[in-house]
């Protein structure tokens, strides 16, 4: 039998390109790979990167930078580059980085076997093509290794609305959607595995229009072709765009139980003005009905969202109208980031606000939301969740889990095991996370 040999992936960005570094590493076992937690004994490299801000994309070359001991010690060391950044630069890598032998884009992991024997033939490998087959097809099946609780799973990728801002739609290319007959063999073979909760992943996961048996099925539809897979117990989803909020989805956040009650659902910004320059295609008033009906259908339904201060022409009066959307809504949990300039968007050409103002914009911002979510979570104290657990916490008879509003709780002496779900009772609530018992 040959030689194992060692992968090491590294992984940066949204929960896609965690799903995409598994499927890699599936792939890559074809070829005698095996992964490796570290990259000091690794055969190959890869990071699977992202291009959303300019930091994110310029930590690729620090860390690129840092893997050149690695390469002069072992000469035979495949360094290769997956992801948004890859497909957003190409070849650019490997001028300003020529140990890099692999550069792959999002859409061309199912030729990574074959890039990788062209690199061991001492050859440069690079493919960002947006090919027509299916590279989740092409990828191997996941091995029939047991796995932890909760899995992600992709059911679509690109996106089709250029926000002003953002790079996605040139790096991951336009809206594709995944047959559900595929998807459900993939989620039916995940809970043989282990898995008792699945979220469902796209860029924009609510636009997904799969081919179904007679006819596309709507992300609604899917999730009730999933409710009716046995052990599989719980179902998430995201991104969604407030756009694609169809009734039916809407609908089944009251009624189908396996749909848990927590939704992400980015904004961006508060402002009429802030929300046409960036293409979002919705506005303020639009976006707080849907929230409103949202609750109607689930009132007790978690929200979480993403924020841009500073985006090009924002005011301190719109950015004022950005948290009073934010005092309106009462988010659960958010992500906020000041705008960063991306070559090729149309934001690009635009003059930036003061750093400084946006700067300070961002903090006022984060202290709204760590108060609404400390709130929340405070909120949560005397009541009873349901939390799946999914590792052992840090003391002895200690197990740590998650609710259906994807708060971290801990559970002591109650001899559970990892993938049980169970009734708890809030007792406390912490900086990061919850205390319960189990009733
Ligand atoms: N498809 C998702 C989000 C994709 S990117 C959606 O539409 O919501 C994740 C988040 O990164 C975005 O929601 C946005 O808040 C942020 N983001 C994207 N481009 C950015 C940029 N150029 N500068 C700062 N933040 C950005
Ligand atoms: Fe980017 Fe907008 Fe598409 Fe989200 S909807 S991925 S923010 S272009
Ligand atoms: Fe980043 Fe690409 Fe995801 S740019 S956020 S890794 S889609």
């Not at 061991?120 to 493919?127: F, R, V």
């Not at 201060?309 to 009073?324: C, H, I, Y």
Request: glycine letters at 8%; aromatic letters at 6%.
């Amino acid at each position: 039998m040959a030689e194992t040999k060692k992968l090491y992936i590294k992984t940066y960005g949204c929960q896609m390109n965690v799903y995409d570094s598994e499927r890699m590493a599936e792939a890559m076992g074809g070829s005698g790979y095996e992964v490796t937690e570290t990259p000091d004994d690794a055969d190959m490299i890869l990071l699977n990167t992202c291009h959303i801000r300019e930091k994110a994309a310029e930590k690729v070359y620090s860390d690129l930078g840092r893997l050149k001991p690695f390469k002069s010690e072992n000469p035979n060391l495949k360094i290769g580059v997956a992801g948004c950044v890859a497909q957003a630069e190409g070849e650019e890598i490997m001028r300003r980085q020529p140990m890099v032998d692999i550069v792959v884009g999002p859409q061309s992991y199912h030729r990574l076997p074959e890039m990788e024997a062209k690199a061991q033939a001492g050859e440069k490998a690079l493919d960002t093509d947006f090919p027509e087959e299916d590279k989740f097809e092409k990828l191997k099946l996941r091995p029939k290794a047991k796995r932890a609780p909760a899995a992600f799973l992709t059911v679509q990728e690109g996106c089709d609305k250029f926000c002003a801002f953002c790079v996605v739609p040139y790096t991951r290319g336009a809206e594709v959607s995944r047959p559900v007959d595929r998807i459900l063999t993939e989620a039916r073979d995940l809970v043989e595995r282990g898995v008792r909760e699945i979220t469902l992943l796209g860029q924009n996961v609510n636009a997904y229009h799969g081919a179904g048996p007679s006819g596309d099925m709507t992300l609604a539809q899917l999730i009730w072709q999933l409710d009716k897979v046995d052990g599989l117990e719980r179902i998430r989803f995201t991104t969604s765009h407030p756009n694609d909020m169809m009734d039916d989805l809407i609908e089944a956040h009251g009624t189908c139980s396996k749909l848990m009650p927590y939704l992400h659902l980015p904004v961006q910004s508060g402002s009429n003005k802030i929300l046409k320059r960036m293409n979002r295609s919705h506005d303020r008033d639009s976006y707080l009905r849907l929230i409103e009906r949202i609750r109607e259908a689930r009132p007790d339904i978690l929200l979480s969202g993403d924020f841009i201060v500073g985006f090009p022409e924002e005011t301190e009066e719109d950015f004022q109208d950005t948290m009073s959307l934010i005092q309106e809504v009462q988010y659960g949990q958010a992500y906020s980031f000041k705008y960063s300039s991306r070559p090729g968007t149309p934001a690009a050409e635009r003059a930036l606000v003061d750093e400084a103002a946006a700067t300070d914009r961002l903090h006022r911002l984060q202290a709204l939301i760590t108060q609404q979510q400390r709130d929340i979570q405070n909120s949560m104290v005397g009541r009873d969740v349901s939390v799946m657990f999914e590792k052992p916490g840090r003391f002895d008879d200690q197990m740590v889990g998650k609710s259906e509003y994807l708060h971290a709780v801990h559970v002591a002496g109650s001899g559970a095991k990892v993938g049980d779900i169970a009734k708890v009772r809030i007792v406390e609530s912490g900086t990061n996370s919850l205390k319960g018992e189990c009733i």
